[in-house]
């Protein structure tokens, strides 16, 4: 891939289309800060991001080759085992144009991402459920009409996604938080116990030694007594 960066206006999302052992797959670059920065995305995820014998994607601009991230793309593979990643791609590029357009943040993304990345199970559901919905093969999208009906309804399925992740997120560090606190209490309790049994084993270690003594004098002057 080569371009030109006239008036340095080079940003942008690129579906590109590359062929790994001879089949077609789908991916995303996101060009952005002013052509300094190369992300890809790459559903199948990060390893898989020009890996050998698959394929090779080179950027270039103004005959320099980029670096190329792969940030873009999930941690771990097996989001596209139904090799799905035209859908794939399409969703993401909605979202990134959607932080574009300040309709999503960046916070939004990260949610998405931790979402893609620690359930696994859920984001399968969530694409099949758009291949079922939106590409099961009746439906067009050739208007503007039907394209904007499409990217709302996609929007929402998102924002659904995001909230529900931040949710569920935010439940489990309550949670930690809690069982911390009451890991400490408990430490603290258990601290005050030791503590007090300490102190009552100290008593009556005193106790006892107190009337050892008072028995032995006692006995001496009994003994003293006797004697006279």
Same mark, same amino acid.
């Given at each position: 891939?080569?371009?030109k960066?006239?008036n340095?206006?080079? $940003? %942008?999302? @690129?579906?590109?289309? =590359?062929?790994p #052992?001879?089949?077609?797959?789908?991916?995303?670059l996101?060009?952005?800060?002013?052509? +300094?920065?190369?992300? =890809?995305? $790459?559903?199948?995820?990060?390893?898989?991001?020009?890996a050998?014998?698959? @394929?090779?994607? *080179?950027?270039? =601009?103004?005959?320099?080759?980029?670096?190329?991230?792969?940030s873009?793309?999930?941690?771990?593979?097996?989001?596209?085992?139904?090799g799905?990643?035209? &859908?794939?791609?399409?969703? &993401?590029?909605?979202?990134?144009?959607?932080? =574009?357009?300040?309709?999503?943040?960046?916070e939004?993304?990260?949610?998405?991402?931790?979402?893609?990345? +620690?359930?696994?199970? %859920?984001?399968?559901?969530? !694409?099949?459920? &758009?291949? +079922?919905?939106?590409?099961? %093969?009746?439906?067009?999208?050739?208007?503007?009409?039907?394209?904007?009906?499409?990217?709302?309804? !996609? /929007?929402d399925?998102?924002? *659904? !996604?995001? $909230?529900?992740?931040?949710?569920n997120?935010q439940?489990?560090v309550?949670?930690?938080?809690?069982s911390?606190?009451?890991? !400490?209490?408990? %430490? #603290?309790?258990?601290?005050?116990?030791? +503590?007090?049994?300490?102190k009552?084993?100290?008593?009556?270690?005193?106790?006892? /030694?107190?009337?050892?003594?008072?028995?032995s004098?006692?006995?001496s002057?009994? #003994?003293?007594?006797?004697?006279?």
């Amino acid at each position: 891939m080569r371009l030109k960066s006239t008036n340095n206006i080079i $940003d %942008g999302i @690129y579906l590109i289309q =590359v062929f790994p #052992k001879s089949h077609s797959h789908a991916i995303v670059l996101q060009i952005s800060n002013n052509g +300094t920065s190369f992300d =890809v995305f $790459d559903p199948n995820g990060q390893r898989w991001v020009n890996a050998e014998n698959e @394929y090779t994607l *080179e950027v270039y =601009v103004d005959g320099k080759i980029k670096n190329l991230k792969k940030s873009l793309s999930p941690k771990k593979a097996g989001l596209n085992e139904d090799g799905i990643c035209g &859908i794939w791609s399409i969703i &993401i590029s909605i979202l990134l144009n959607g932080i =574009v357009k300040e309709i999503f943040t960046e916070e939004d993304k990260e949610l998405f991402y931790d979402f893609l990345n +620690t359930d696994r199970k %859920g984001a399968i559901d969530f !694409i099949k459920y &758009i291949k +079922t919905n939106f590409f099961d %093969g009746t439906k067009h999208y050739q208007s503007i009409e039907e394209v904007d009906k499409f990217l709302q309804d !996609i /929007r929402d399925l998102l924002r *659904e !996604i995001i $909230d529900k992740h931040k949710k569920n997120t935010q439940k489990k560090v309550t949670a930690r938080r809690k069982s911390t606190r009451l890991s !400490i209490e408990g %430490g #603290k309790k258990s601290r005050k116990s030791s +503590t007090s049994t300490s102190k009552s084993r100290s008593k009556s270690r005193s106790k006892s /030694r107190s009337k050892s003594r008072s028995k032995s004098r006692s006995k001496s002057r009994s #003994k003293s007594l006797k004697r006279k």
